[in-house]
DNA sequence: GTCTATAAAGAGATAGAC
DNA sequence: GTCTATCTCTTTATAGAC
């Protein structure tokens, strides 16, 4: 049992605004409606709506570079860890996902060190990917196609995962992690 | 040689606009002020915002369910129509790349009739797709893999095409679709 | 911790001059 | 076809009472 407290709760409550509108399209009138409560009360436990931008975007994003470094550091072949990265994504997207609605959508509208700092943390994240593919295709696990469209292919497919999760009524995990896998790896090797 | 009409200036820098920040975040005085008018100025041309948006999803989204109809009558094997489809998507994402930013992100601001009709389009597409899948599966030339996974993994890559083929800065168009194809495909076959 | 009241800025849109 | 001026509404955010 946690508590819950009323910041979380803020919080909490315009992540699902933010996935069925967008930030820009979400007031903080319609974030305290939704509490029931008054607009002006919300500033008792936030500072500012980019505050909770912020919040709800970079928490998520560090989940994604440490799972990342994580799996990167291990000492195994370059599919296990395409897996592995496969499955990171699947468990961020099972725990979060009305938040990956923010990230993937509305990271342009962080301000100054919260902007550089998620563009950073991306670009590292889309360069470790790339390595682990390399690395895969030197000792000859993957196939030797242009390296940029299949990063590009099973990373698109993982970063929208979110939307269609939500869709299909949250499917079994387990079945998920398999599927996924076998659709993304068996196509490159 | 073509004459730019000012409504189809208008559109082409929303377009533009909607892609960089998205439609709620892009107000008629940015508009107007990219195009160095005043915001007044626009409405001797459009109605509204709202018809800025209508006619940017509504043309992409019409090509994609016209297409889609030639690709889904064709008499040819279902892995010959998943290519069909997948050039599909490659030649509307080099036409109209910023469009679909909008379309893919912003269709939710749409209202009314216009909602309904996009609406409409995009589950009769995924109708559509889904078909030639089964089809396939039951001709024994995709692998009986959950269907929704395959189709959910190459619809989700192929819809966020634009993003990185902005990116890359314009790859040249017949190597981008043997190039993925191939990796789409070798994976279901 | 929530409220009312309000400030200050910006939104979409219209009227009417030129 | 574009302009200035303006209307009306909504936005984020603050001050201060309770």
């Known amino acids: 049992m ?3 407290s009323r910041k979380e709760e803020i919080i909490a409550t315009a992540t699902r605004l933010f996935y069925e509108k967008g930030y820009t399209a979400v007031s903080m009138r319609d974030i305290a409606t939704a509490m029931d409560i008054k607009a002006a009360s919300l500033y008792n436990h ?10 709800i975007i970079l928490k998520v994003a560090k989940e994604f570079t440490d799972g990342m470094v994580s799996v990167v550091t291990e000492n195994t072949s ?4 395409v897996e592995k990265v496969i499955e990171l994504h699947i468990d961020i997207t099972v725990n979060h996902s009305e938040a990956l609605a923010a990230l993937n959508n509305d990271w342009m509208h962080l301000e100054e060190e919260d902007l550089e700092a998620f563009v950073k943390m991306r670009e590292d994240y889309e360069e470790n990917f790339r390595i682990i593919i390399k690395q895969g295709m030197d000792a000859g696990e993957i196939k030797s196609y242009h390296p940029e469209v299949i990063l590009f292919s099973i990373l698109s497919t993982l970063r929208t995962l979110y939307l269609w999760y939500q869709k299909r009524g949250k499917v079994d995990v387990n079945i998920l992690k398999k599927d996924m896998v076998s659709v993304l790896i068996k196509g490159i090797v």
């Open 2 to 4: 946690k508590t819950i």
């Open 46 to 55: 936030i500072k500012s709506k980019q505050e909770i931008l912020s919040e």
């Open 78 to 81: 370059a599919i296990k860890k």
